[in-house]
């Protein structure tokens, strides 16, 4: 075993015990008077099970977690630490998907929110058709693809999905929830009708647009730092069937973008897709990784005979038409229409017909993949920018044809166009000003003892566009100190610090997120 892993798990073995000792010492007698008690657990197999996330970056480990049979079961903890003379931290973790640590509380209680749908058969989804709108009210820990399952018993299904469908919804809609829906029907956040949160007081609420606004603004995008969302109703439309998997070879990154930018302001299929990514393929060297289950094995050699012929980066644009089965001849038409009119290299346009389900959750095959060759649980130095449209041409010269251009490590860089009007500016999110911007994500995964290596460059990057002003923001943003914290926030600061006073005022909730802390009953501190 390496040294500096050896001395991490040291390292973590001795917080626990601090950690246990001070707040065993200090808080559980007090917290075997609630009838929550039985459901804490301070032992160290809990409290390691959550003391790393996805990142795979860091370690810490919380002092107890607490295991949820009701959402009362979590009020009655944030109540108890609200109102103690000896508050503590407290953090809600979905399926712990984060890269940065988002979910630690180090010295607090973690809450272990699938715990909530345990035991429980209907899974926490409950479909309504009743209304004009079809909506679902879901289970915070609920996770998407149970999500997608539940409603498509009703031939509904939620309007926008993240491209991996086992995060929670509480912990996509703390950031926002994007994939390659949200240019026509917005992030996830834009599709909720109404949450159920537990303020950092311990007061259950139900929240929307018109009820408790400000309550409901502040936790879509929030970071979990306003509460506990416990329930949120989202909105369904009609499922279909099968989808048509369509995607696009490009070598000019110019008719790439003006591709995808095309595509992303047309409305619905007949005219364009339901679906709209892409990927920046650096070198032939990356083109296996591209594999999947959707290129055969000829296809590959062919583009990676054209990527080792091309002076730069490849790009793939990828793009899907829904459909059932009796309106499959007139999609397929369709989608040759649309082709003719886009940029790609001559023959190099691949499609595929496959059930909307397995289109949906394809993420997961590549975990499964990943899972047998021991890949999927290495550490992930994510960096997901959101790039004003005016400056994508500039990222990709800066970026792919410059500081990554030999790079070789594994991993992933999706690039895909959004439009900001189906974002809503009340929301905590924060995203560029231009109308249409780019999420770039580049998804690192460290399989070669690279972690140092990658974060240097992710870092670089973030150096260059600041220095160049591009005008990029962090998606799930990783920060520590107060002035990173503001600048990401911008205009948006004042109000998230003064919505944090009025939800939660201890700065008790989510302290991974490394934005707030709670010095004296009348300060409240950004970190
Ligand atoms: P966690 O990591 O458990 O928590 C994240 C944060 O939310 C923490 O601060 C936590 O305290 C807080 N939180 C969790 N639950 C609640 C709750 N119920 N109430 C209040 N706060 C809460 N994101 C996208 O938008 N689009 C994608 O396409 C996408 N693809 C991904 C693919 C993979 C393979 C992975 C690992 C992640 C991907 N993500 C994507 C990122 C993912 O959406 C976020 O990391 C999300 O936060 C993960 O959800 P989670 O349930 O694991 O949250």
Redesign the pocket.
Same mark, same amino acid.
């Given at each position: 075993m390496e040294i500096t892993r050896l001395s991490s798990l040291i390292i973590l073995s001795l917080t626990i015990l601090i950690n246990l000792t001070s707040f065993v010492l200090s808080q559980l007698n007090e917290l075997q008077t609630l009838d929550i008690y039985s459901k804490i657990s301070t032992g160290t197999h809990a409290t390691s099970s959550f003391s790393t996330?996805?990142g795979n970056l860091s370690i810490s480990s919380p002092a107890a977690v607490l295991y949820p049979s009701s959402p009362d079961d979590i009020a009655m903890l944030v109540r108890f630490s609200y109102t103690s003379m000896k508050s503590f931290t407290i953090?809600?973790?979905?399926? =712990?998907?984060?890269m940065n640590g988002?979910?630690f509380a180090p010295d607090g209680i973690v809450i272990d929110?699938l715990s909530l749908g345990r035991g429980h058969d209907d899974c926490r989804v409950t479909v309504s058709t009743d209304g004009l709108i079809p909506y679902a009210d879901v289970g =915070?820990?609920q996770h998407w693809i149970d999500v997608l399952n539940a409603t498509l018993k009703h031939g509904l299904m939620p309007r926008v999905f #993240?491209?991996?469908l086992y995060? #929670?919804v509480?912990? #996509?809609i703390?950031?926002?929830? %994007?994939?390659g829906q949200a240019f026509r029907n917005g992030p996830q956040i834009s599709n909720v009708y109404e949450l159920d949160v537990i303020t950092g007081t311990g007061e259950m609420v139900t929240c929307s647009r018109d009820r408790e606004p400000d309550l409901f603004y502040a936790a879509l995008g929030g &970071?979990?730092q306003f =509460?506990? %969302?416990t329930k949120a109703r989202i909105a369904l439309e009609p499922a279909k069937k099968m989808a048509r998997w369509v995607r696009l070879i490009y070598t000019d990154v110019e008719l790439f973008t003006r591709d995808q930018e095309k595509l992303i302001s047309l409305e619905k299929t007949p005219a364009g897709f339901d679906f709209v990514e892409g990927q920046v393929i650096l070198s032939e060297v990356q083109v296996p990784g591209i594999k999947s289950s959707f290129f055969s094995d000829s296809d590959i050699e062919k583009i990676t005979r054209l990527a080792a012929g091309n002076n730069g980066p490849i790009y793939l644009l990828e793009g899907a038409a829904y459909y059932d089965y009796s309106s499959a001849t007139s999609v397929a038409e369709n989608v040759t229409l649309l082709l003719e009119e886009l940029h790609y290299e001559s023959g190099f346009a691949f499609n595929r017909d496959v059930p909307l389900v397995d289109f949906l959750d394809r993420?997961h095959y590549e975990e499964t993949f990943l899972r047998s060759l021991g890949l999927w649980l290495v550490p992930h130095p994510w960096l997901i920018l959101f790039v004003p449209k005016s400056k994508i041409l500039d990222f990709d010269s800066k970026f792919f044809k410059g500081t990554l251009k030999d790079n070789k490590a594994a991993g992933l860089i999706l690039i895909y166009p959004m439009n900001r009007k189906k974002w809503d500016d009340k929301m905590s999110a924060v995203i560029p000003t231009e109308e249409v911007f780019y999420a770039v994500s580049i998804l690192w995964s460290a399989v070669a003892n690279d972690i140092e290596i990658l974060e240097n460059e992710n870092k670089k990057i973030l150096t260059i566009c600041e220095n160049s002003k591009l005008g990029c923001k962090e998606y &799930?943003p990783h920060y520590t100190n107060m002035a990173d914290w503001q600048k990401h926030f911008g205009n948006k600061w004042s109000k998230f610090v003064s919505r944090k006073k009025k939800f939660d005022p201890k700065a008790l909730m989510?302290p991974?997120?490394q934005i707030f802390r709670w010095v004296s009953s009348s300060v409240l501190q950004v970190k």
């Open positions: 996330d996805f953090s809600p973790r979905g399926a =712990g998907h984060s988002q979910t929110m =915070g820990e #993240t491209d991996y995060p #929670t509480g912990g #996509t703390s950031n926002a929830g %994007i994939g &970071l979990g =509460g506990v %969302i993420v &799930l989510s991974g997120q």
